[in-house]
């Protein structure tokens, strides 16, 4: 079997250079572009549920873009939700901001339920619609940057992508973010487009096509599914790399383990051939550390080879974090990624376990909500806490 380690060395080498070319290929592609003119009124549709003690903040972050014609949705469960309150309160400040309540979903995830809720209230003077998640801060600049495609009209689907930004003392946000930052700044390529749901951007002239109420009528994922109806019908999805949204996190170890399992599990029910090639390249530094541990030929290259590529990876990380990120959710980042220069093994081992745990049951738990996954467009509501 000595093939077989040399196999697994070679491959840990080799994706360790490549992760650190496409790493460079991402900063060179969040060098300053021309911005067009904001053009078109903006429809921003916020689902939530439950407590959100972020919300007014996320609102008021969102209606001090650089964009002149805006308007927020904020769509909830229930009058009895938390976020209802809160909403409807930023509602009263500012008549740009909307509520509409969804109620409780049955057969679809519940932030499903709450988009679809608020589809309605899109209007022919909305030129764009963007869904952005109620747990993230826009910094300035956001918006302007993740409707640039579709102003420039080289697309007319957009998505950013989040990164994470740990908590002070969180243990479980700090795994999180090193286990995620690398997926944060792989380039997004339209070949393999995957949209974010916490802030895609769509043209409102190609909404009937993509029929959200049809796809969406069963579904867990908003954009896992809207990603599979967009390549069937060959609308091209546009990585934006300069929307980069902080997410900011406070997560236990075991609460960071649940979040990890369920993104890819939700990976694997929706695009099954892109979880196989992420669990491919999640699997084989572990394979390849333990064939170091074991001295098998080959591996002590390869594994200076990759800690090598880690160290100028995260370099040029931080160096792309410089240019998108600012003020506390930059000095975070940086914390984090000098924690990653000694502690990536154990990021690596977490997403691998992750990956690993994901590959079975179909059950996902989500804000407060356990689900049952009988197909990417059939789920069944197992059991629910109230929103508050």
Not at 28 to 50: D, K, M, S, T, Y
Request: with cysteine; glycine share 8%.
């Amino acid at each position: 079997m000595a093939w077989l380690a040399i196999l697994i060395a070679l491959l840990w080498g080799a994706f360790s250079v490549a992760a650190t070319a496409l790493t460079a290929l991402y900063l060179h592609r969040v060098r300053p572009l021309r911005q067009p003119e904001p053009e078109g009124r903006v429809a921003v549709i916020v689902p939530v549920r439950g407590p959100a003690p972020r919300l007014p903040a996320v609102l008021d972050a969102l209606l001090r873009q650089d964009w002149p014609e805006l308007r927020l949705i904020v769509a909830v469960e229930s009058e009895a939700d938390p976020a209802h309150a809160l909403a409807a309160a930023a509602a009263a400040r500012d008549a740009r901001i909307s509520v509409v309540v969804a109620g409780e979903a049955a057969a679809r995830g519940q932030k499903v339920q709450n988009l679809l809720a608020a589809l309605p209230l899109i209007t022919p003077e909305d030129v764009f619609v963007v869904f952005f998640d109620a747990d993230a801060i826009a910094p300035p600049g956001f918006l302007r940057a993740l409707l640039r495609p579709l102003l420039f009209r080289v697309a007319d689907l957009a998505s950013g992508y989040r990164v994470v930004v740990p908590e002070p003392g969180s243990a479980g946000a700090l795994l999180v973010a090193l286990a995620d930052h690398g997926v944060s700044t792989f380039p997004r390529f339209r070949a393999i487009g995957v949209l974010s749901g916490g802030s895609t951007a769509i043209r409102t002239d190609i909404l009937p096509g993509l029929d959200l109420p049809r796809i969406w009528h069963g579904a867990l994922s908003d954009d896992l599914t809207l990603t599979r109806q967009a390549r069937s019908l060959g609308v091209a999805i546009h990585g934006v790399h300069a929307a980069l949204l902080p997410s900011p996190m406070a997560l236990s170890v075991p609460d960071a383990f649940r979040f990890g399992v369920r993104q890819l599990r939700l990976l694997r029910l929706h695009l099954p051939r892109l979880w196989g090639v992420f669990g491919l390249f999640s699997l084989v530094p572990v394979l390849g550390t333990a064939l170091l541990l074991a001295g098998a030929p080959g591996a002590a290259t390869a594994a200076l080879v990759a800690f090598v590529s880690l160290q100028l990876r995260l370099s040029l990380r931080e160096a792309i974090l410089k240019r998108l990120l600012s003020g506390e959710d930059l000095a975070r980042c940086r914390r984090a990624i000098l924690a990653g220069r000694l502690l990536s093994p154990l990021a690596i081992g977490f997403r691998a376990a992750c990956w690993v745990a994901s590959a079975v049951s179909r059950r996902i738990a989500w804000a407060g909500i356990t689900y049952e996954v009988e197909a990417p467009d059939r789920v069944r509501v197992v059991s629910r806490t109230p929103p508050g």
